[in-house]
């Protein structure tokens, strides 16, 4: 099974990372603007996911995603999750 983990720089993501690189029948792709924390073994993609035109393919044609790429992701009151909810919609549906 391919996981596509976004957001994988960050405090929640790196440990899902980690935990999923443990598992033997998983191949795991993380991503994010910078993946420099990700220290296991794992294909690492940086790349801003509002440019990529076909996600789906541009990873792989992953089995599953965990959508974990929220700017400001610990500040609960930042504009930034509203103002980039389209994006997050655009990506998700693509």
């Known amino acids: 099974m391919k996981i596509l983990v976004t957001g994988a720089n960050g405090?929640?993501?790196?440990g899902i990372v980690e935990e999923l690189s443990q598992?033997?029948?998983?191949?795991?792709?993380?991503?994010?603007?910078?993946?420099?924390?990700?220290?296991v073994d794992?294909?690492?993609?940086?790349?801003?996911?509002?440019?990529?035109k076909d996600p789906y393919n541009?990873?792989?044609?992953?089995?599953?995603?965990?959508?974990?790429?929220?700017?400001?992701g610990f500040i609960h009151n930042s504009p930034a999750h509203i103002d980039d909810l389209p994006k997050h919609y655009s990506f998700l549906k693509k």
């Open 11 to 14: 405090y929640l993501g790196q």
């Open 23 to 39: 598992k033997s029948n998983v191949e795991v792709i993380a991503t994010g603007r910078k993946v420099d924390r990700i220290n």
């Open 58 to 72: 541009y990873f792989g044609r992953p089995d599953v995603l965990l959508h974990l790429a929220w700017r400001d």
């Open 42 to 52: 794992v294909k690492k993609i940086p790349v801003d996911l509002f440019e990529v």
